[in-house]
């Protein structure tokens, strides 16, 4: 019997030594010096680790399935101004605790320090960027998640950079919790239904903080965009909703806190716009719920276009704006109800919380300066008063727009 158990044993033994490891480790000078050889080495499902270092390499291309690739001590991959970094055309990898950079500039190549192509499920995390033309590139993904990446660019022109995190025909994707500085864009989804961008911060890009279009049925939740070139825009998209997000300080005579263009049957809830020169422009944008949102220290809070219809204000504050609702149009198509005006000179007498007599937020001098901006230079002087105070009394120049219900306390 003990020699039969010893037999076992040793069987046991030589079968786990047959076996092939599950981790594979990158360290330089040692058997494995490249991310390349332990690629060519690996199966699906083994796990890559990558030591501290400086690795430059051609680029890296992922085929094996279910991959996942960790950096111990964010190891340096360096694109040598040349070319991509790490390509992946395969399921369910995990890229993870990885540096790029250096990618260089091409005006022929949407060149990306990490590219996932026609693949399904993969996992991007945890990874730093810097100077990439394109940091990360999801080509015809579904189901792929970006999440906690560091991305910097310290291109000076518009020309000079691509986007930080870019989406083309990736449905299904989450994008969480991101910091993109000095992009063109900072994340740009097109044709990517069904797409989640929650919790990122995006500031200081050249263009837009955020610029998405042909992705219906999306979700914008608790991103803060600040200070990007033209602010943010949306655009060619349905049911698309939009909740707790900041847009914040986009200044510029072609900056928008938020651009909304052909935008149907939406929500915009609980954001924030605040110190953009326009909060936020209608263009084409009809049957939005507009609710909650809080409208601080902007030169336009709002811009209606004559194509924006059939849109609902409700429950938002109005304060510190040059102008609160401005529009093009004699007759607007959209209605506020319930909303809170610092501007707001009314009474309560029947004390329901809500004011006896409607507030018209659109003055006068907004429609000279709508076709005349260069009258701004008169918008604190004591001549705007007096007409914005005559309109208000006898209006009949302004559009017949009307709050019935004005707050007569900010709800927030």
Same mark, same amino acid.
């Not at 040793?10 to 000078?29: C, F, I, K």
């Not at 680029?59 to 790490?86: K, M, N, Q, S, Y």
């Not at 501007?343 to 004011?355: C, E, N, S, V």
């Not at 705007?384 to 309109?391: K, S, W």
């Given at each position: 019997?003990?020699?039969?158990?010893? /037999?076992?044993?040793?069987?046991?033994?030589?079968?786990?030594?047959?076996?092939?490891?599950?981790?594979? %480790? +990158?360290?330089?000078?040692?058997? /494995?010096?490249?991310?390349?050889?332990?690629?060519?080495?690996?199966?699906?499902?083994?796990?890559?680790?990558?030591a501290?270092?400086?690795?430059? $390499?051609?680029?890296? %291309?992922?085929?094996v399935?279910?991959?996942?690739?960790?950096?111990d001590?964010?190891?340096?991959f360096?694109?040598?101004?040349?070319?991509?970094i790490?390509? +992946?055309?395969?399921?369910?990898?995990?890229?993870?605790?990885?540096? &790029?950079?250096n990618?260089?500039?091409?005006?022929?190549q949407?060149?990306?320090?990490?590219?996932?192509?026609?693949?399904?499920?993969?996992?991007?995390?945890?990874?730093?960027?810097?100077?990439?033309?394109?940091?990360?590139y999801?080509?015809?993904?579904?189901g792929?998640? *970006?999440?906690? =990446?560091?991305?910097?660019? !310290?291109?000076?022109?518009?020309?000079? =950079?691509?986007?930080?995190?870019? /989406?083309?025909?990736?449905?299904?994707?989450?994008?969480?919790?991101?910091?993109?500085?000095?992009q063109?864009?900072?994340?740009?989804?097109e044709?990517?239904d069904?797409?989640?961008?929650?919790?990122?911060? !995006? $500031?200081?890009?050249?263009?837009?903080?955020?610029?998405?279009? &042909?992705?219906?049925?999306?979700?914008?939740?608790? #991103?803060? @965009?600040?200070a990007?070139?033209?602010? *943010?825009?949306?655009?060619?998209?349905?049911?698309?909703?939009?909740?707790? =997000?900041?847009?914040?300080?986009?200044?510029?005579?072609?900056?928008?806190? /938020?651009l909304?263009?052909?935008?149907?049957d939406?929500?915009?809830?609980? #954001?924030?716009f605040?110190?953009?020169?326009?909060?936020?422009?209608?263009?084409?944008?009809?049957? %939005?719920?507009?609710?909650?949102?809080? &409208?601080?220290?902007?030169?336009?809070?709002?811009?209606l276009?004559?194509?924006? $219809?059939?849109?609902?204000?409700?429950?938002?504050? @109005?304060?510190?704006?040059?102008?609160? +609702?401005?529009? #093009?149009?004699?007759?607007?198509r959209?209605?506020? *109800?319930?909303?809170?005006?610092?501007?707001?000179?009314?009474?309560?007498?029947?004390?329901?919380?809500?004011?006896?007599?409607?507030?018209r937020?659109?003055?006068? &001098?907004?429609? +000279?300066?709508?076709?005349?901006?260069?009258?701004?230079?008169?918008?604190?002087?004591?001549?705007?008063?007096?007409?914005?105070?005559?309109e208000? *009394?006898?209006?009949?120049?302004?559009?017949?727009v009307?709050?019935?219900?004005? %707050?007569?306390?900010?709800?927030?």
């Amino acid at each position: 019997m003990l020699g039969l158990a010893v /037999l076992a044993a040793a069987g046991q033994l030589a079968a786990q030594d047959a076996s092939p490891a599950r981790t594979l %480790l +990158v360290r330089p000078g040692s058997a /494995l010096p490249t991310l390349t050889a332990a690629v060519a080495r690996a199966r699906p499902g083994m796990t890559i680790r990558v030591a501290a270092g400086e690795y430059r $390499e051609p680029t890296i %291309l992922v085929t094996v399935p279910r991959l996942t690739i960790v950096g111990d001590g964010a190891p340096a991959f360096d694109g040598e101004g040349t070319h991509e970094i790490l390509v +992946v055309r395969a399921d369910g990898v995990t890229v993870r605790g990885l540096t &790029f950079r250096n990618t260089g500039v091409s005006q022929m190549q949407d060149r990306a320090a990490l590219r996932v192509a026609e693949a399904r499920d993969c996992r991007i995390e945890s990874n730093i960027f810097r100077d990439a033309l394109f940091a990360i590139y999801l080509q015809r993904t579904t189901g792929c998640v *970006v999440r906690g =990446n560091d991305i910097r660019a !310290s291109g000076a022109e518009e020309t000079r =950079n691509g986007n930080g995190i870019h /989406l083309w025909y990736s449905p299904g994707t989450r994008v969480e919790g991101n910091t993109v500085r000095g992009q063109r864009d900072g994340i740009y989804f097109e044709f990517s239904d069904g797409s989640v961008a929650a919790a990122n911060v !995006s $500031e200081g890009n050249r263009r837009y903080g955020l610029h998405f279009m &042909f992705s219906d049925s999306c979700r914008y939740e608790r #991103n803060t @965009f600040r200070a990007n070139g033209a602010g *943010v825009a949306v655009m060619y998209s349905k049911h698309v909703v939009m909740d707790g =997000n900041g847009f914040l300080d986009a200044t510029g005579s072609g900056a928008y806190g /938020l651009l909304l263009k052909e935008i149907t049957d939406g929500a915009l809830v609980r #954001n924030r716009f605040e110190g953009n020169s326009v909060g936020l422009f209608l263009e084409g944008a009809s049957r %939005l719920d507009i609710r909650d949102n809080d &409208f601080r220290r902007n030169g336009w809070a709002v811009r209606l276009m004559a194509d924006a $219809e059939d849109s609902h204000f409700r429950g938002n504050v @109005f304060s510190g704006n040059a102008f609160d +609702v401005a529009t #093009n149009s004699r007759t607007l198509r959209s209605d506020f *109800v319930g909303n809170w005006w610092d501007a707001y000179r009314g009474y309560d007498l029947d004390r329901d919380g809500t004011g006896d007599v409607p507030f018209r937020p659109v003055r006068l &001098f907004a429609l +000279v300066a709508e076709r005349h901006p260069e009258t701004l230079l008169l918008l604190r002087a004591p001549v705007t008063a007096v007409l914005d105070a005559a309109e208000r *009394v006898f209006p009949v120049l302004t559009p017949q727009v009307a709050d019935e219900r004005p %707050l007569m306390r900010a709800p927030r």
